[in-house]
């Protein structure tokens, strides 16, 4: 009985409904990864702690025009700008990489995330390590004066002005112990595609360096600046010290300040932040892929009207004004039912001599003697009589039963003259 109830639970509209249960809960109750990328996004409209939209409200309290771009990176773009491209989740293409720094040589500014392979890092010619283990600290002996003022002067806002290497271009506050960890470095753009040796390109300036530990040999650049044409741009290895979690602690706030005062030379610009790549805004996707071309490309409207007529057609050969009536399937009967209708049918009207001729008939289809079909019943039972001794009883009889009703009982000695006949024949 035990086994019984087991089985019972154990059928398919028991078994599935409980399986579809334990998913959903299973997908309801599974905790979020935080490690995942797509949370970490550098955005401005997250108010999670890894957006940036802190730092976007705090520009803009610093009465500095700022603004979200959620259209592609298309030339011409605007030369009084500063953009801020940091980590997209969707890289810009090779295009608006070009656009980007098109803009950059005419006087905007830019300010990026290094990073390793997509079109904008290798056209800068810089990438970053891998997550370090252990973070590197900001060199405060070296780098820091007197709270935040610049070591020297950046230069004139001219494009034949040198950039100089000697020392950073700005400082921060010491204060800031938010901007002063990394936990990745600039790396430089390796000289072939066969080359591993790194390097920085000539017009590059350390605005940034950091060392693990304390130790010298092992300082590295955390943010870079580059003179191009006649704008900047400034790359960052680590920019984790614009996130909201890090910027709600009033950390980090003066160094992205003093980023943005280097990369406009000082002067007030308006900052936009890239919000198209970080998946905003009206984006390609399969759908609208395959709408614009069955829309407007000549190929895709007459495949679209091909669709439409193959439909047409279909519609027209299936809808029918008139329900089908069900066709009547007559079953046919096999031999062995054939033989007893037909012994049952001859059995019922006396039909001797007709059931004699069919039995004779069966024996000169399977005897012949040679004889051709011009010759009857008849003709063939004499021929029988001639060629085959030992038959001429069973030849007559059989000629009386085709010519004269035999009763019942006198009628079955028919068969045994057809037995008689053929295995005589055959011996």
């Known amino acids: 009985?035990?086994?019984?109830?087991?089985?019972?639970?154990?059928?398919?509209?028991?078994?599935?409904?409980?399986?579809?249960?334990?998913?959903?809960?299973?997908?309801?109750?599974?905790?979020?990864d935080d490690q995942d990328p797509r949370s970490r996004v550098m955005t401005t409209h997250s108010?999670?702690?890894?957006?940036?939209?802190?730092?976007?409200k705090t520009l803009n309290e610093l009465h500095i025009p700022v603004s979200r771009r959620e259209t592609p990176l298309r030339a011409p773009l605007d030369s009084d700008a500063v953009y801020f491209?940091?980590?997209?989740?969707?890289?810009p293409s090779a295009r608006e990489s070009s656009a980007l720094l098109d803009a950059v040589r005419r006087g905007a500014g830019l300010v990026v995330v290094a990073e390793n392979g997509p079109p904008l890092s290798d056209s800068v010619g810089v990438g970053r390590s891998t997550v370090l283990k252990h973070p590197l600290h900001v060199v405060v002996d070296s780098l820091f004066g007197t709270a935040g003022h610049p070591a020297w002067d950046p230069p004139p806002d001219t494009s034949n002005a040198p950039v100089r290497n000697d020392r950073p271009s700005f400082l921060i506050s010491p204060a800031d112990q938010g901007a002063r960890a990394f936990f990745r470095y600039?790396?430089?753009?390796?000289?072939?595609?066969?080359?591993s040796t790194r390097v920085f390109a000539p017009d590059?300036?350390?605005?940034?360096?950091?060392?693990?530990?304390?130790?010298?040999?092992?300082?590295?650049?955390?943010?870079?600046?580059?003179?191009?044409?006649?704008?900047?741009?400034?790359?960052?290895?680590?920019?984790?010290?614009l996130r909201n979690g890090a910027l709600a602690h009033a950390e980090g706030g003066v160094l992205t300040v003093r980023l943005l005062e280097w990369v406009s030379r000082g002067a007030p610009k308006p900052v936009v932040f890239d919000e198209y790549h970080q998946g905003y805004g009206s984006h390609d996707n399969l759908v609208g892929t395959i709408y614009r071309?069955?829309?407007?490309?000549?190929?895709?409207?007459?495949?679209?009207?091909?669709?439409?007529?193959?439909?047409?057609?279909?519609?027209?050969?299936?809808?029918?004004?008139?329900?089908?009536?069900?066709?009547a399937i007559i079953e046919r009967r096999s031999p062995l039912e054939h033989v007893g209708a037909l012994s049952r049918a001859y059995a019922a009207v006396g039909a001797t001599r007709l059931a004699s001729r069919r039995l004779v008939r069966g024996l000169r289809r399977r005897h012949p003697l040679g004889a051709t079909g011009a010759l009857d019943d008849d003709g063939y039972l004499?021929?029988?009589r001639e060629r085959a001794a030992?038959?001429?009883?069973d030849a007559a009889f059989l000629h009386r039963a085709i010519h004269e009703p035999l009763p019942a009982a006198e009628f079955a000695r028919a068969g045994l003259a057809i037995d008689h006949i053929e295995r005589t024949l055959t011996s």
């Open 47 to 56: 108010q999670s702690e890894w957006g940036v939209v802190t730092i976007y």
């Open 204 to 241: 590059t300036v350390t605005l940034l360096s950091a060392r693990a530990d304390g130790r010298e040999e092992s300082e590295h650049t955390v943010i870079m600046g580059r003179q191009l044409g006649r704008g900047r741009i400034v790359m960052i290895a680590d920019a984790n010290f």
């Open 186 to 195: 600039v790396l430089g753009a390796p000289k072939s595609d066969s080359d």
């Open 390 to 393: 030992g038959v001429a009883a």
């Open 85 to 91: 491209v940091l980590a997209p989740m969707i890289n």
């Open 293 to 327: 071309g069955l829309r407007g490309d000549p190929a895709g409207r007459a495949l679209l009207q091909l669709a439409l007529a193959s439909l047409l057609l279909i519609l027209a050969l299936s809808v029918r004004p008139i329900a089908p009536v069900r066709a």
């Open 1 to 32: 009985m035990a086994e019984r109830g087991l089985d019972r639970w154990l059928r398919p509209r028991y078994v599935f409904p409980a399986l579809a249960a334990l998913l959903v809960l299973g997908v309801l109750l599974t905790p979020q």
């Open 382 to 384: 004499r021929l029988l």
